[in-house]
């Protein structure tokens, strides 16, 4: 009797077995859906098991996380806000450029998915060797793997927006050549979007040029608005908005993500 009894004291202090995960990998990937992984799985082991297809494009793969999606709904909601209250601000103080520009790039990102992107390395091989990089899943992450374009984009203040081929090694202002600036763009910066979701801010102008910094396939060169303008709604408004474009996905088979 006191041994059935010690037994049953013993199973009900025992811990529980930490429950498995959902992750699910899709895009260019052989084993494509949700896979049950163990409660400490890390990126390598999501990775590995989905099988990637000869075609993935890893430098624009996406870890994509349920935990980011409240955060980057604040941030798109700000960058809207901002731009209806630039364009209102350039209507007042004689500007049609500048609010014509703020109308038409609200309208661009409005449709634009929250992706809840988080910028990761997603290499299965490469990972799995790089423990610093190989970081913990979480129940409902998902990673996503890309085809790769042959071609870059240059948005924002331009007088359109421009799909160029790639050319390699070329720096990123070089392409300005191709894709105009308008009246309304920043003079002596731009913002280049690697597709693994980076955002680097390179100075263009005499006084600030940085050194030569080469696209990736994919990548995407945001021409800001004029800082002195900006800065009367909020100094960190070009910022935000290629923050927000780092979020997003190339295409993947079928053409989605």
């Known amino acids: 009797?006191?041994?059935a009894l010690a037994l049953a004291l013993l199973g009900a202090t025992a811990p529980l077995a930490a429950a498995p995960i959902q992750v699910t990998v899709t895009g260019a990937v052989a084993a494509t859906g949700?896979?049950?992984?163990?409660?400490?799985?890390?990126?390598?082991?999501?990775?590995?098991?989905?099988?990637?297809?000869?075609?993935?494009?890893?430098g624009g793969a996406a870890l994509l996380r349920p935990s980011l999606i409240e955060a980057q709904q604040r941030l798109k909601a700000g960058v809207l806000f901002d731009l209806a209250s630039l364009r209102r601000w350039a209507a007042g103080h004689d500007k049609p450029d500048l609010a014509a520009r703020a109308a038409?790039?609200?309208?661009?990102?409005?449709?634009?998915?929250?992706?809840?992107?988080?910028p990761a390395l997603l290499d299965p091989r490469v990972v799995e060797a790089t423990p610093t990089e190989n970081h913990p899943l979480a129940d409902g992450d998902r990673l996503y793997y890309p085809l790769r374009p042959d071609t870059i984009q240059v948005v924002g203040a331009v007088r359109q927006h421009c799909t160029l081929p790639l050319a390699a090694l070329q720096d990123?202002?070089?392409?300005?050549?191709?894709?105009?600036?308008?009246?309304?763009?920043?003079?002596?910066?731009?913002?280049?979007?690697?597709?693994?979701?980076?955002?680097?801010?390179?100075?263009?102008?005499?006084?600030?040029r940085s050194p030569p910094l080469a696209l990736a396939p994919g990548a995407m060169i945001y021409v800001p608005l004029r800082a002195s303008w900006t800065q009367a709604i909020d100094p960190d408004l070009n910022h935000d908005i290629a923050a927000f474009l780092a979020t997003q996905l190339l295409p993947g088979p079928e053409g989605t993500p």
Request: charged residues 20%; glycine residues 6%; hydrophobic residues 40%.
């Open 1 to 3: 009797m006191i041994g």
């Open 34 to 58: 949700p896979l049950e992984l163990k409660n400490d799985a890390r990126i390598s082991d999501a990775a590995l098991a989905a099988s990637l297809q000869p075609q993935a494009y890893l």
């Open 172 to 208: 990123a202002r070089r392409y300005l050549a191709s894709c105009a600036p308008g009246p309304e763009a920043d003079p002596d910066t731009l913002y280049v979007i690697q597709p693994d979701g980076r955002v680097f801010e390179q100075g263009y102008a005499l006084w600030n």
């Open 104 to 118: 038409a790039l609200a309208d661009w990102i409005k449709p634009m998915p929250v992706t809840g992107r988080q």
